[in-house]
C-alpha cells in the first residue's frame, strides 16, 4: 500500500517506476482473457522506454495498469518508491494529478474548453494556484507554438496541434512519469515528426517516458524498447545510453518493423 517501503534489494533512487509478476485477466462470455502475464518492469528517472508488440499483445493494458486506469488482477506496482496497486480509485486520481501524464491516441481533450483552460486545469488539478497554472500554460504553449491558439476551441485545431495540446496538458502538472499510448498513431508524417520532436526534447529535461507505439522511428528515440509478445515481455533491449547516441539495436528495429 501507498507509505510502505520497498525491500531492501529494491531501494535504488535511481528507480522510478517498478511492477513484479504484474497481471491482469478480463473475464467475459467468450472465458477469461489474459491480457499481461506476470510483467516484472523497471523504469529510471528520466528513462525513455518504448513498448512494442502486435496487436493485443498488451500494450495499453500495461500503460493503462501503471498509470491506474485499470486495477491489475494480482502483482505489484511501485512508483517513487510507494506500492500503489492496493489504491483506491480516488487515491490513484490523486496520485495521476501529481505524478502521471497521460497522452492518449484520441486525446480526450475537453471539447467545452479552450485549448488555454484545458492545459490550466491540469496544472490546477497537479497543486498549482492560479498564476503557477497560467504561467506553466503560456510557457508550454510558447514552446509548443501554439500560444496564437490559446483561446480557440480544440475542435478547431488541427489534428497535429491537438496532439500537442494533449502533449502540453500532459506536462502542466509536472509529472514525474509521462504515459503515452499511441500519440502518433493517427497522425501524418508531418505532424508526427513534431509529436517525435517534442517528446525527445521533453526526454532531454529529464522527463521519465514510456511510449505505447508502433512507430519504430518513435522506437529509435528510446532508450529502452521492450517487446511484448501474448501479455508478456518478449525482449527488453538498450537502444541508447540515456540521451546518447543509438547503438546497432536501433538498425535492428528498423528492420524488424
Known sequence: ??????????????????TARLTKIFYGDGGPVHAVRGV????????????????????????????????PTSGEIWLEGQRVDGLSQAQWALLRRRSIGFVFQFLNLISNMTVADNVELAALLGGATRREARTRCEELLAELGLSCKAGSAPARLAGGEQQRVAVARALASRPSLLLADEPTGNLDSSNSADVLRLLRRVHGGGQAIVLVTHDARAACMADRVINLFDGMVADDATVRAPLGPPTAAAGVLRLSE
Do not use: W
Open 1 to 18: 500500500m501507498i507509505g510502505h517501503t520497498p525491500p531492501p534489494a529494491h531501494r535504488q533512487d535511481s528507480v522510478l517506476l517498478r
Open 40 to 71: 516484472d518492469l523497471r523504469v529510471g528517472r528520466g528513462e525513455f522506454v518504448a513498448v512494442m508488440g502486435p496487436s493485443g499483445s498488451g500494450k495499453s493494458t500495461l500503460l493503462h495498469l501503471i498509470g491506474g486506469l485499470e486495477l
